[in-house]
């Protein structure tokens, strides 16, 4: 759950695609000219065009800082509290957080939403903001209990996972979070679960992103995130002395309804996938090969860690310690991401492959309480602004939607996030 915003621009431009509600684009549209620098909020982690990132990268920034004592700045704090809109759910970005209402066109993002759930409910003192949040997400709750992206699109394993975690995190029981057809949070989200009879065998315990064609399609990305909400855990995951191989899925199924034997299971593909280079791969739109998926490999050591596996997630990250420096270079919700695997396995962030993660994750924004402002000094000249690329994901998108959009959903992991 860290890059992931060039997913909401494509989430965004498959309802453009097909013709649906252009109005609610209005206020996620990037910016006129790719070349004009973005506006940048004070109290806003990282550099970047915030347009499809700015409330997820936020809430990953600040969890991973509590996570591992750092006190956040409390503009940053402020900054994301302020950009809820009165109904209780986020945007993924308002750069007009003063008005007191979201307009008609401003277009919901539940994910954005659960990670700002997980933040302020970690932070405290929120309980008012995090309560209106959740009775938001169970508002836009599909018939069969599973969310979308953008409220009033079809379930997707990704946004239904994301959710029940942060339900989770707010105390909330996902299995009685019940939509108006009496469908529980995962009975939304274990349909997508690839069981006993998919082939070939190694994909069995995946989860896909939605059917493609009417099949279900192994989705790392998917994967991970649903290993979490299966188990009930949010992205904040609490060092644990178990530590076992993951096993394959269960088959047959002792119980095909049970989250935590699906999440189980789920951990088991992931552990398989990671065995043959120690990092997941993906096909990037316009390579021509798979190349190392470094955010969805930060994903699955997360899980891996959360199921109790830590043994099964040390080769990957052993490769993230060498590989992911560049990929998480000024990126807040990599770097965080990156911090919270490091401390869920029972590894010192502040020494990770010779990198200090804490350090870097607090130079992308205002200085946490109690440091040393001089040391956390950001060089904005070497962030680029990503203006460019979400307009080339827009572009792109529209021969996926449909097909393969679960896929290329993958790309919040990528590194063109911000």
């Known amino acids: 759950m860290n890059v992931r915003r060039s997913a909401a621009a494509l989430a965004a431009s498959a309802v453009l ?3 649906a509600a252009p109005a609610a684009l209005a206020d996620t549209a990037p910016p006129a000219s790719p070349s004009a620098p973005p506006v940048i909020p004070s109290g806003l982690y990282g550099k970047n065009d915030p347009t499809y ?15 591992v004592g750092v006190e956040p700045a409390g503009q940053a704090v402020d900054w994301l509290v302020g950009q809820q809109c009165a109904t209780g759910g986020f945007a993924s970005f308002r750069p007009n957080a003063a ?8 277009m919901y993002d539940t994910n954005a939403t659960a990670a700002a ?56 029981k996902p299995a009685e979070v019940k939509s108006k057809a009496g469908k ?12 006993c009879t998919a082939e070939p065998a190694t994909d069995r315990g995946a989860f896909a992103y939605q059917p493609a064609d009417g099949k279900l399609l192994a989705n790392a990305d998917a994967t991970a995130a649903a290993t979490l909400a299966g188990l009930g855990k949010g992205a904040a995951v609490v060092p644990s002395a178990e530590n076992t191989p993951a096993a394959p899925l269960a088959c047959p199924a002792a119980n095909a ?8 299971g789920a951990a088991g593909y992931l552990a398989e996938a990671l065995k043959k280079d120690g990092h997941l791969m993906a096909v990037t739109p316009g390579a021509d090969q798979p190349t190392p998926d470094t955010g969805n490999t930060v994903d699955a050591v997360l899980a891996l860690a959360a199921a109790g596996h830590k043994e099964s997630a040390a080769g990957a990250l052993k490769w993230l310690e060498t590989n992911s420096a560049e990929w998480a270079k000024g990126s807040p919700a990599a770097l965080g991401t990156l911090v919270l695997a490091a401390h869920a396995t029972g590894n010192d962030p502040k020494s990770f492959g010779g990198t200090d993660l804490v350090a870097a994750l607090n130079a992308t924004g205002p200085a ?19 203006g460019g690329q979400n307009v080339w994901w827009i572009v792109g998108s529209c021969a996926a939607a449909g097909v393969g959009i679960g896929i290329l959903l993958s790309g919040r992991r990528k590194k063109n996030e911000s």
């Open 368 to 386: 946490p309480q109690g440091a040393d402002t001089d040391a956390t000094k950001v060089d904005s000249k070497k962030e680029e602004p990503s």
């Open 17 to 19: 695609c097909v013709g």
């Open 257 to 264: 309804a049970d989250p935590v034997a699906a999440a189980q």
């Open 53 to 67: 990132d700015g409330v997820w990268r936020q809430s990953f920034a600040l969890l991973a800082q509590h996570t």
């Open 99 to 106: 008005a007191a209402e979201c307009d008609a066109n401003t």
């Open 117 to 172: 759930v997980q933040a302020l409910k970690a932070l405290g003192g929120h309980d008012t903001t995090v309560r209106k949040s959740v009775d938001w997400l169970k508002s836009v709750q599909n018939e069969d209990g599973g969310w979308s992206f953008v409220p009033g699109s079809p379930s997707d394993a990704n946004s239904t996972a994301v959710v029940i975690s942060a339900l989770a995190v707010a105390g909330e």
């Open 184 to 195: 529980s949070a995962y009975d939304g989200l274990l349909p997508f679960q690839l069981g």
